[in-house]
């Protein structure tokens, strides 16, 4: 094959990111080697926040970033395909925005491993009241803190996608009596034998919930699902742990719930403000922890990408659909 028959790939990352999310030369090498006889039919080219991007976009077939200008990809003439390092794609609502004819992709599936445990040491951490011994231990208090084993209390995990599946299989393991919820009420193929409601049960499940584990996708439907309403729905020593997207969740309500020892405690992931800075008052809120975004993120997370998107670049080869294709109109 020709350099001018090969299919174009241009990859861009943003400075800002994480070392593992940064697709460069050497991430793309690494990918290519693996996966050698496809990536003879790629030529590839790297870009950093945006700054070459209309140039490389004019002979790309194929995008592989997490955020991008929309018009720079709608004016690409040779562009057809956009795959996204992310599971979410909130950060390119609305998606109607983009050219009909795009077809884009998600990341969907490759956090799902390291998603569970971080749920599921979040719930421990949370059943056995350790914020509060954590505090205790910086203010050199020594005080017991007695708490009952975690087995047979109740999560419900709102969102049950690849994520939320792993969650609900180590929440069965851990012996939890587990409630799912989707948007439309039925349980995915191949997901835990779990009760699956849809979302217009939340309300009723809320009371009964000792955990509520956040793993949605953020859409218009979901955008303040967890309002304070429903916050004060929760009983007295419940706990929350969100690693979907800050909006769903009205953290300042959630705070002042957990100032006031309404709620046992929380553990966050995900902030409107990336890094979360300094002055916020989240820092300083008793019962919570704050978590840099690593609920699922691994070392070797850019190859898991590229593992997806060579995955896919068969599929298209063979005439075959994509993998993880994003519907447009739920936004997921």
């Not at 979410?88 to 992709?105: C, I, K, N, T, Y």
Request: charged fraction near 25%.
């Amino acid at each position: 094959m020709t350099r001018a028959t090969k299919f174009r790939l241009h990859l861009e990352s943003r400075r800002a990111q994480s070392p593992c999310f940064h697709l460069d030369e050497a991430a793309w090498a690494f990918a290519a080697r693996r996966h050698a006889e496809l990536a003879e039919r790629v030529e590839a080219s790297f870009g950093w926040d945006g700054e070459a991007l209309p140039d490389a976009l004019r002979s790309a077939d194929a995008l592989i970033a997490s955020r991008f200008d929309k018009s720079s990809v709608n004016a690409a003439p040779r562009l057809r395909w956009i795959h996204t390092t992310g599971a979410g794609v909130d950060q390119l609502m609305p998606l109607d925005e983009l050219r009909a004819d795009l077809v884009l992709s998600n990341s969907s599936g490759i956090h799902s491993d390291k998603a569970g445990e971080f749920a599921l040491m979040a719930m421990l951490l949370l059943n056995a009241r350790m914020p509060e011994v954590i505090a205790n231990q910086h203010a050199r208090l020594w005080r017991g803190i007695l708490t009952a084993p975690m087995s047979g209390k109740r999560a419900l995990i709102v969102g049950f996608g690849d994520i939320g599946q792993a969650v609900g299989r180590l929440a069965l393991a851990a012996g939890l009596d587990v409630t799912a919820l989707t948007r439309s009420g039925t349980r995915p193929a191949n997901a835990p034998d779990v009760p699956v409601m849809a979302t217009g049960r939340l309300d009723a499940l809320l009371p009964e919930a000792d955990f509520v584990v956040v793993t949605a996708p953020l859409t218009s439907e979901t955008r303040n699902l967890l309002n304070a309403e429903r916050l004060s729905m929760l009983r007295p020593g419940a706990g929350i742990v969100n690693m979907a997207r800050a909006p769903l969740v009205d953290y300042a309500a959630l705070a002042q719930r957990l100032r006031e020892g309404l709620l046992g405690g929380a553990v966050l992931d995900v902030f409107d403000d990336e890094p979360l800075p300094s002055e916020s008052p989240l820092w300083r809120v008793p019962r919570l922890i704050v978590a840099p975004h690593i609920s699922c993120d691994a070392p070797d997370y850019n190859q898991r990408v590229l593992d997806i998107w060579f995955d896919n670049f068969g599929r298209l080869q063979r005439g075959c659909p994509l993998r993880n294709q994003v519907d447009r109109v739920r936004g997921y």
